[in-house]
């Protein structure tokens, strides 16, 4: 048989029963628009978490209190409890650590924010002008934190555009504005440029104010830091910056092993690479239970094949008794069962990227189709046609031709 012969037979037997041919395809559709869907989806959403962690700072390498592991029977205070960082410290990474383009150093905490009948329970951090520099931080309206409020201790405030819409109002101008924290009353002084986000982690519900009034004020404390952000020269040596921070703090705290420090220091890399370890696991558990649903397609596909074998066993019979080889039937109805999952792949394939449109288009989940999800759905139908057609296909070309002509 010509290639142009099996093409011409595979069309005449997939239409001679269009609905029984659809309905077969319907499970491979379902399948492969099942699995870009997840795949997307889940690509979409690493996408989005390694897209948040960049916004936060460039070159970022965060410090910040450990454990505070007690000997014997005593508890030990939970990581970021516990105060082990100090103001001295800071000085200190400045001063001997290379490579450092800026840093700052934190105090943050929660707390209830009241404005004219309006409050909001809202992350307050006191920071340095350097924070901005470090954090990727653009103010929209105003001006950032100046080291003239650092010095004078001034009670002002840059606060993020969701903080400002609960506050003050959606679209109202809020610089020059005042709101009370802890009673106290602080003007707001600059808005951040919107970064996306939500839950606590979200970057515009945030509250600015500088380092020293939420010293004096806040925690009337100014020895211990929360946090210290840093920001290396160059992502090269990023990982050089962690372990010379690593081993300055071991040495000024006097711990001799690295498993008992009282402080952790997080390289934005490693953050990355975690989340995106996280989201791929995450994304190969949506894709393979979305899979299950091909393998269901499949067996669908070879229940037909083998329905059709025994509709056309005495066309089979007829086909060997003048010369047809085993080879030709066995490439022809291969033939078919490959062509139901590549058409079957196709509209799959057109399916599951309107499905991921649509969730994006009304802002469901963030989804991220690429060209190798859709590599992946071609190559896995082309599979299961070849997997689950072969056996009817050789079942029909070990047909006794005698038997089948005499077949009713």
């Known amino acids: ?70 000997f014997g029977y005593g508890a030990s205070s939970g990581r970021g409890a516990a105060k082990t960082l100090k103001v001295d410290d800071v000085t200190a990474i400045y001063q001997e650590v290379q490579n450092i383009a800026a840093l700052s150093p934190e105090i943050s905490s929660r707390y209830q924010l009241t404005a004219k009948g309006t ?19 653009t103010v929209n309206s105003g001006e950032f934190i100046s080291d003239q409020d650092i010095s004078n201790r001034n009670k002002v405030a840059v606060i993020g555009p969701t903080t400002s819409d609960d506050l003050f109002g959606i679209g109202a101008e809020a610089v020059g504005q005042t709101f009370h924290i802890n009673g106290m009353e602080f ?62 703090l071991l040495a000024r705290h006097k711990i001799s092993n690295a ?32 899979g299950i649903s091909l393998v269901v397609g499949g067996i669908g596909i070879m229940n037909m094949m083998l329905t059709t074998v025994t509709e056309r066993t005495r066309e089979i019979g007829l086909r ?7 080879h030709d ?9 490959v062509a139901l999952t590549v058409i079957g ?14 969730i994006t288009y009304f802002g469901i989940l963030a989804t991220q189709i690429s060209i190798n999800s859709i590599l992946l759905a071609f190559g896995v139908s082309a599979v299961i046609g070849i997997i689950f057609g072969y056996y009817p296909a050789r079942r029909a070309s070990k047909l006794n031709p005698i038997e089948a002509l005499r077949y009713e």
């Open 119 to 137: 409050n909001s329970n809202t992350t307050v951090t006191g920071v340095e002008p350097a924070y901005a520099l470090v954090h990727n931080v």
């Open 1 to 70: 048989m010509t290639t142009k012969d099996i093409i011409h037979e595979t069309i005449s037997a997939l239409t001679a029963n269009k609905v029984r041919t659809s309905l077969t395809m319907l499970g491979i559709v379902i399948g492969i628009s099942s699995v870009i869907t997840m795949v997307s989806i889940g690509q979409g959403a690493q996408s989005s978490i390694q897209s948040s962690i960049q916004s936060i700072g460039s070159n970022l390498i965060i410090v910040s209190p450990g454990a505070t592991r007690s």
């Open 329 to 337: 039937i066995n490439i022809q109805f291969l033939t078919e069962a």
């Open 345 to 358: 792949g196709t509209v799959g394939v057109i399916l599951g990227w309107i499905v991921c449109y649509g």
């Open 187 to 248: 003007k707001v002084i600059g808005v951040t440029k919107s970064k996306g986000g939500s839950g606590f982690g979200n970057q515009d519900d945030m509250v600015y104010i500088p380092f020293t009034s939420a010293q004096l004020f806040l925690l009337g404390d100014s020895t211990y830091i929360t946090s210290l952000s840093i920001s290396a020269t160059d992502s090269a040596v990023m990982t050089q910056v962690q372990a010379d921070i690593t081993s300055l």
């Open 320 to 326: 060997k008794a003048i010369g047809a080889k085993a």
């Open 259 to 290: 498993t008992n420090a009282d402080f952790n220091v997080l390289n934005q890399a490693d953050i990355v690479s975690a989340a995106s370890s996280v989201t791929g696991i995450f994304t190969i558990l949506l894709a393979a239970v979305a």
